[in-house]
Structure formats: structure tokens, C-alpha cells
């Protein structure tokens, strides 16, 4: 006798439902967390934590094009940012709604993840004397994106196999 019990398509169709709704969660949660990630940076900045030209290793530059140059660099990359948030949620919107089959945002979900990961320790320098509660907080909103990211990944491999076992059923 098979210990697996046989899974009826009705379970299958909620399964997929339940994942799909997971993934538009997600999905809107990384829209979401690409616009804090943009924030967080520009509020280091105005407070004055960051000083941007120091920060580039440009504060004795005299050279105002180097400047000009370096703060619209920095205005693409933070456009760029937030444009790749928006199309890894995006995604895994459509997804999960069923309008798009295709999971290549997968890629860029899965380097989001690890590049947020990989910067825990910046959280955690104990040369870093002014561990103030907006340091915390931002680490705890960082560790519910990995969270949202994660959920995003598995949700994704879930769906595409109860989708997989519906169209074999």
C-alpha cells in the first residue's frame, strides 16, 4: 500500500491558490523593501551619517563635472534599484496570479536575497559606535525582506509543481 495519499485536484487547485496568493504577498513586499532599501541610504545621507563625496572618496575633489557626474551616477543607481524591486515583485505578481509562466525573476531574487544576507555583518561591526535604534530597526526590516525573498523562492518552486501535477492530472 502507498503511505503517500493520493492528492485530489481539488487540493491541488487550493494549493495553487494558496501559493499563488503567497507569491503576490511577496511580491508586493519586495516593491515594497526596494523603495525602503532607496530610503534608507538617502536617510543616511540628509542626517548626515554618510557624507556622499567622503563616502566616494571625493570630498577634496575641486572638480565640479567629477561631482556632477558621481551624484547622477548615483540617482541612475538608485532608479536602477528600485526598477530591479519592481520587476522581481512584478513578477512574481504575475506569476502568482497566473498571467506569466516564466521564472527567470527567480535569478534576481535569489541574488537579492544573498546580498542581503551577505550584508548582515555591517549590522554587527563593534567598531560602529552609534548602534542606535535606527540601525536595529533597519536590521530587522532587512531580515523581514530576506523573509519576504525567501517566501517569494519557495512559493515559486511550489507553485510551478502543483501547476505541473494539475496539467499531468
Known amino acids: 500500500m502507498n503511505n503517500k495519499a493520493a492528492i485530489t485536484r481539488t487540493e491541488l487547485e487550493q494549493r495553487e491558490r494558496k501559493y499563488g496568493n503567497s507569491l503576490v504577498v511577496s511580491g508586493i513586499a519586495v516593491i515594497f523593501f526596494g523603495f525602503w532599501s532607496v530610503l ?61 509562466k516564466k521564472f527567470f525573476y527567480l535569478l534576481f531574487a535569489i541574488s537579492l536575497l544573498l546580498l542581503t544576507v551577505v550584508s548582515f555583518p555591517t549590522y554587527i561591526n563593534p567598531e560602529a559606535v552609534d548602534q542606535d535604534d535606527v540601525t536595529i530597526a533597519a536590521f530587522f526590516v532587512d531580515v523581514a525582506y530576506c523573509l519576504a525573498l525567501l517566501d517569494m523562492v519557495v512559493s515559486s518552486f511550489l507553485i510551478w509543481r502543483a501547476r505541473k501535477q494539475l496539467r499531468e492530472g
Open 40 to 100: 534608507k541610504i538617502i536617510e543616511e545621507i540628509a542626517i548626515g551619517k554618510v557624507d556622499f563625496f567622503e563616502m566616494l572618496d571625493l570630498a577634496d575633489e575641486e572638480d565640479i563635472g567629477i561631482r556632477v557626474f558621481m551624484t547622477v551616477f548615483f540617482v541612475l543607481l538608485t532608479l536602477a534599484v528600485i526598477f530591479l524591486h519592481y520587476r522581481v515583485g512584478r513578477a512574481a505578481i504575475l506569476v502568482g496570479r497566473g498571467k506569466k
